[in-house]
């Protein structure tokens, strides 16, 4: 029983969570889709684009969730001013982060010659990274509010705001890659636009409904009250960069793993982005369930109850195996047909019939690894939960892709491989610290 009311409990919390973040990837397989109508060489353009500019906000995004297991510490005791006061200084925190993000993405930029990526799809790269790039700060700031309405549990209000955003982003990619509606037919150039639009009204959105909700008074008047204050900044760093480190380095893996695709061609650039467009539905759908994990754990933590923390950690993970098993199977009935989605080009298509089954194979360890991780990011242990990455992603992982890769003759192949090895053993040395961090708490 206590189990199903623990399950019943992340589904009620990381339904919401999961609708939003889908309509992210709605948005990301339509814009996928319409560019890669357009043109192929767009469509490599921006695999190699999404996938460096996506790395960071991935990184920033982890950095934010600071905010987390700071909420559930005081939800579990309705501290709810002192809620808003640490929304306060989040903003000023990811702000801060936002500041290196941009110049380190910046120092990309000014050195995209050295990446050696495909000559012809400079003049489609540059203009498409310097838009994305200027949407960054939004996503950052939107990320605070994301945070505080998901930590107290109201996740519907994020699941809508997110909604209409990419509803309008969907309609913006619509007119501006084709030109409709009188508008110039922008191409890849129009999609990154458009997305700068609809990050800026998100940000907007979360900003009108925190000021206009009548039940956030209480953690308004914490906002308005609380001052910047260095300890909070200081505790908010000391949480939120080893996460951003951990999610960093995942998302750098896929980065480098991208550009070592490009060293292969442009056709490989576009498989690759349709095989990732694929691979972030159910990567969302796990990343919403472990946020619910680390909601649930942050709060028990909060009432120092440590075995419903292990009993949120343990049914997170039964619903991570049901979830891998069941979405692994939908994408195996799908595996021939689901690139034809994307692009009609042959050649693009017999390659995304070759990196489908990998990704199939990876289901299971990267569920299993997500649930892991935000359960101990809900506890704070989050040092541990970044070395744990840098030694299974950069240690293992990619170096085992590049020598099958290019040592073993196995081209994309073998670079895909470096997925299911990294989240194996992810899952591995989070499921040992998991239990160290559980059995010691255990303990009178």
């Not at 195996?332 to 390659?351: P, W």
């Not at 299993?368 to 293992?396: E, H, K, P």
């Amino acid at each position: 029983m206590e189990y199903k009311k623990h399950i019943k409990s992340l589904i009620l919390l990381g339904l919401p969570i999961i609708i939003g973040q889908l309509g992210n990837i709605v948005t990301g397989l339509a814009d996928t889709v319409m560019v890669g109508q357009h043109s192929t060489e767009e469509l490599a353009a921006a695999s190699f684009v999404n996938n460096v500019i996506n790395a960071f906000i991935i990184l920033g995004t982890g950095f934010s969730f600071n905010y987390t297991p700071i909420i559930g510490e005081h939800i579990a005791v309705n501290k709810r001013i002192a809620i808003g006061g640490w929304l306060k200084n989040s903003l000023m925190a990811n702000f801060t982060t936002t500041a290196i993000i941009l110049f380190l993405l910046a120092l990309i930029y000014l050195n995209l010659g050295m990446l050696d990526q495909p000559e012809e799809l400079m003049p489609l790269i540059r203009p498409y990274y310097m838009v994305l790039m200027a949407s960054v700060v939004f996503v950052m700031l939107s990320n605070s509010f994301r945070q505080f309405v998901e930590g107290i549990m109201d996740a519907s209000v994020s699941m809508w705001v997110l909604t209409i955003v990419n509803a309008i982003n969907i309609m913006g990619n619509y007119l501006l890659i084709y030109g409709k509606m009188g508008l110039p037919e922008l191409g890849l150039l129009g999609a990154g636009i458009s997305t700068l639009l609809s990050r800026i009204f998100m940000l907007l959105l979360f900003v009108l409904i925190f000021i206009k909700q009548e039940k956030y008074k209480p953690f308004r008047q914490g906002f308005l009250v609380t001052p910047f204050r260095k300890a909070y900044w200081k505790r908010l760093n000391l949480i939120g960069w080893p996460i951003a480190f951990q999610q960093g380095i995942e998302a750098a893996t896929f980065c480098i793993t991208t550009i070592m695709i490009g060293w292969l061609g442009g056709m490989e650039l576009a498989a690759h982005q349709v095989a990732i467009a694929v691979s972030t539905v159910s990567f969302t759908i796990y990343l919403g369930l472990g946020s619910a994990v680390a909601i649930r754990t942050s709060m028990y933590k909060g009432l120092k109850d440590w075995k419903n923390v292990r009993r949120v950690t343990a049914s997170g993970i039964m619903m991570a195996v049901v979830l891998s098993v069941t979405l692994s199977f939908l994408l195996y009935l799908c595996c021939d047909t689901i690139g034809g989605y994307f692009t009609d080009d042959a050649s693009v298509l017999q390659i995304v019939a070759v990196l489908i089954p990998i990704l199939i194979a990876y289901q299971f360890g990267d569920s299993i690894q997500i649930v892991l991780a935000n359960a101990l990011r809900g506890l704070s242990d989050v040092t541990s939960i970044m070395v744990i990455s840098f030694v299974s992603y950069f240690i293992i992982a990619i170096p085992a892709g590049y020598a099958l890769a290019f040592f073993l003759n196995q081209g994309i192949a073998g670079i895909w491989m470096s997925y299911p090895i990294g989240f194996t053993c992810s899952v591995a040395l989070l499921g040992w610290r998991a239990l160290r961090v559980m059995q010691v708490k255990r303990k009178p």
